[in-house]
């Protein structure tokens, strides 16, 4: 229908699945802020930013929390098309259609209807790039659903809709059609053949780290098809170089590993910052919530939401096994599950038996904090929050410009020293007659290396050896 530029850039996403920091311990991979960073410095040729779908983590309250600030970080980076695809296919067609007005209009889907049989959104779009006219159009495969759920998108064969959508592009002038599928491999292929309108497909499923980078070459030559997910940790980059009539010359495809070398963009962190700082206000409406990070493992990118008890495993990642294996620190770390099923319920009984009970931020019951669910490191040694985000920001694992400020609404100081008077707070005359703190403390002592002398911190006295491999 036009002329084509000489080069077109093309970024491509897939099943970020919510997250938009990270993701991963010894190399952390991902994040919005790199993938802002990295398609904000290349402004060398005409661009497109694609997603194939499967942007939201979950149907769950924090879910759809989580979903909408990655929204509106997709918005700020200027996303061409987003694709509803098979995790979207358990949300709200109401809530699907709201994001689709908030955030800009960017979501496209050829098969996904409502049960009056209109199309969720627009089935296709039409973008212009510099007199290149770009039809883009995406569809999607149904996945397991809550089976109680109500006003779930209807999920239509592709086969059946992508006739009339691709004609529909071709009268509006579309020179150049991109599909993207959150579809298996073997449909793709049949698409592709069934199709030959289809220029470009982005595949968004079945996604893994030994996926091919190069493109694969279908319809005879005349289709690339390319494949990206896994979390947000890598992002697809394509320059396909034309012929003014269109034809192909040449093409290069990378994929980017959103790795620590990768820059973060200012924009995106500052957002990113809104979304914690708002979490943190709201963090109790998620607490029963299946979906909510603070019943996770530690995560650097909590690291400045948690306030107050912080929970062992952020001990755990500077500290390992540090005085786990001594004699009374063992069982310190059953002391709750000692309990009968009654008596976890007994504020009498759990005040001594987990962290932080009766505190702010600390325990309240097994469901809403089992981070706090044992006589943890904070019992003894206080609140950890802010430590932990001081540390790691010394360390260089995380960015201090992008942290809240410190927060420890628990009136109790955290402390390296165990004072005699914290551990009398539990072991009383009444539960524990024969406590004689001078030796009992020499039981949980994991101040030196082993074999170093330990040295009660109030009396310098030399009580024992050390046990562990770690004096930090």
């Known amino acids: 229908h036009g002329t084509f530029p000489p080069h077109l850039r093309i970024y491509y996403t897939a099943a970020t699945v919510g997250r938009m920091f990270p993701c991963g311990c010894r190399i952390p991979l991902g994040g919005?802020?790199?993938?802002?960073?990295?398609?904000?410095?290349?402004?060398?040729?005409?661009?497109?930013?694609?997603?194939?779908?499967?942007?939201?983590?979950?149907?769950?309250?924090?879910?759809?929390?989580?979903?909408?600030?990655l929204l509106k970080g997709y918005k700020l980076l200027g996303y061409d098309a987003v694709n509803l695809g098979s995790a979207e296919t358990r949300i709200s067609i109401n809530q699907l259609r709201e994001w689709d007005a908030t955030y800009g209009g960017m979501f496209v889907s050829a098969n996904l209807y409502d049960n009056l049989d209109h199309p969720i959104t627009r089935t296709y779009i039409i973008k212009d790039i510099e007199g290149l006219k770009v039809g883009i159009t995406g569809i999607t495969i149904e996945t397991i659903r809550p089976a109680d759920a109500e006003e779930l998108p209807v999920v239509k064969d592709p086969a059946a809709v992508l006739p009339d959508v691709l004609d529909a592009m071709d009268k509006e002038g579309a020179d150049y059609i991109i599909l993207l599928a959150d579809d298996r491999q073997a449909a793709i292929d049949a698409y592709a053949e069934m199709f030959p309108q289809i220029?470009?497909?982005?595949?968004?499923?079945?996604?893994?780290?030994?996926?091919?980078?190069?493109?694969?070459?279908?319809?005879?030559?005349?289709?690339?098809?390319?494949?990206?997910?896994?979390?947000?940790?890598?992002?697809?980059?394509?320059?396909?170089?034309?012929?003014?009539?269109?034809?192909?010359?040449?093409?290069?495809?990378?994929?980017?590993?959103?790795?620590?070398?990768?820059?973060?963009?200012?924009?995106?962190?500052?957002?990113?910052?809104?979304?914690?700082?708002e979490l943190r206000s709201r963090r109790s409406e998620f607490d029963a919530d299946p979906g909510n990070p603070f019943q996770r493992a530690s995560s650097p990118d909590l690291i400045d939401v948690v306030t107050g008890y912080a929970g062992e495993n952020f001990c755990h990642d500077c500290h390992g096994s540090l005085g786990l294996e001594t004699e009374a620190r063992m069982t310190h770390g059953v002391a709750f599950s000692r309990l009968s099923v009654e008596d976890q319920q007994n504020p009498d009984c759990i005040q001594c038996h987990s962290t932080g009970y009766g505190q702010p931020t600390g325990f309240r019951s097994f469901d809403l904090d089992p981070h706090l669910a044992t006589i943890g490191c904070e019992a003894c040694h206080g609140p950890a929050a802010t430590h932990v985000r001081e540390k790691s920001i010394e360390a260089g694992v995380y960015d201090a410009d992008s942290a809240l400020p410190p927060d420890n609404p628990v009136d109790i100081p955290f402390t390296g020293d165990v004072p005699e008077e914290i551990c009398l707070r539990c072991h009383t005359e009444e539960w524990s007659p024969d406590f004689d703190y001078d030796t009992w403390v020499v039981r949980v002592n994991h101040s030196g290396r082993t074999g170093d002398p330990i040295i009660n911190s109030n009396t310098g006295e030399i009580v024992g050896s050390g046990e562990t491999d770690d004096p930090e």
Do not use: C
Not at 47 to 65: C, H, K, M, R
Not at 220 to 227: E, P, Q, R, S
Not at 256 to 265: A, R, Y
């Open 32 to 69: 919005l802020s790199r993938r802002a960073a990295v398609i904000k410095q290349d402004v060398i040729y005409p661009e497109l930013i694609i997603d194939a779908g499967s942007f939201t983590s979950s149907s769950t309250g924090y879910g759809l929390f989580e979903t909408e600030w």
């Open 199 to 277: 220029d470009f497909i982005v595949q968004g499923h079945d996604f893994s780290s030994h996926s091919a980078v190069e493109p694969r070459t279908l319809n005879d030559g005349n289709t690339l098809a390319v494949i990206m997910g896994d979390q947000g940790k890598h992002l697809g980059r394509i320059r396909i170089d034309f012929e003014p009539d269109g034809t192909i010359t040449d093409y290069e495809n990378e994929r980017i590993d959103l790795d620590t070398t990768q820059p973060t963009d200012t924009d995106m962190t500052l957002l990113l910052v809104d979304f914690k700082d």
